[in-house]
């Protein structure tokens, strides 16, 4: 009976002596972690980490969405789903690392998402699609030509489509509430019977640098408000 008892008691012991450590370490891994609220962007960009080329998330730690300062964002956050078309305004928790198990070219802060705060659609993500140029520095496109066609892409900012020759490929350059510019535009080298539209669309494009978007209607508008295309959503 009497080793029963001893038994019970040194198990209880080791129980508490388990519990109170496991109260430390929780103590220890909650003095390394902090929180911090970020708005992340609605699409996201081309970036360059320790493994080469991947797509970043883009955040912002502004209070205001209207004010917001973005930056990109090389590591992941555990149990974040990224929703392409909607900005997030997310609380993380951000986890200091013993410096000497981070392997090299990793960060040494773990996230993970505590709650999502806020979801507001991006209005701008219409532009995501395919267009149809129908006029060219106002200049409507003669009956029975072929239509430059364009494709916007803002997961990757790419752009892709064809002159009515030739083609097309390039990168977004910037990309705001009402700016888009495109750069490193590279064509295809066709010759066609007359190359006046294609001349015409590709300096045209390359003088983008705003949009308005009403609708199934695309206006591209130079540095001097000037409509240089207007372009139709197409299937």
């Known amino acids: 009976m009497k080793t029963m008892t001893s038994f019970f008691i040194l198990a209880i012991m080791l129980t508490t002596n388990a519990c109170q450590e496991g109260k430390k370490e929780e103590k220890k891994t909650e003095s390394n972690a902090t929180t911090n609220t970020y708005w992340v962007n609605s699409y996201k960009k081309e970036c360059s980490g320790g493994a080469g080329k991947m797509h970043c998330l883009l955040i912002s730690k502004s209070e205001n969405l209207e004010d917001a300062s973005w930056e990109f964002f090389y590591s992941s956050i555990k149990d974040f789903r990224f929703k392409p078309g909607y900005f997030q305004q997310i609380k993380v928790e951000e ?39 129908e006029n060219i520095n106002e200049n409507p496109i003669a009956k029975g030509e072929n239509h430059p066609r364009l494709e916007i892409n803002l997961s990757k900012m790419k752009v892709y489509g064809n002159d009515s020759c030739n083609e ?47 609708n199934l209607k695309l206006r591209l508008y130079d540095e001097d408000d000037n409509e240089v295309l207007q372009l139709q959503k197409t299937d």
């Open 95 to 133: 986890t200091q690392l013993d410096l000497k198990s981070v392997l090299a070219d990793a960060s040494s802060i773990q996230y993970r998402l505590i709650e999502t705060l806020k979801e507001e659609e991006d209005i701008r993500f219409g532009l995501n699609d395919i267009w149809v140029v």
């Open 168 to 214: 097309l490929s390039g990168d977004i350059a910037t990309f705001s509430v009402d700016k888009i510019s495109f750069e490193n535009m590279s064509l295809t080298r066709k010759m066609c019977r007359d190359m006046k539209t294609p001349s015409a669309f590709n300096k045209a494009l390359l003088s983008v640098r705003g949009f308005h978007r009403e």
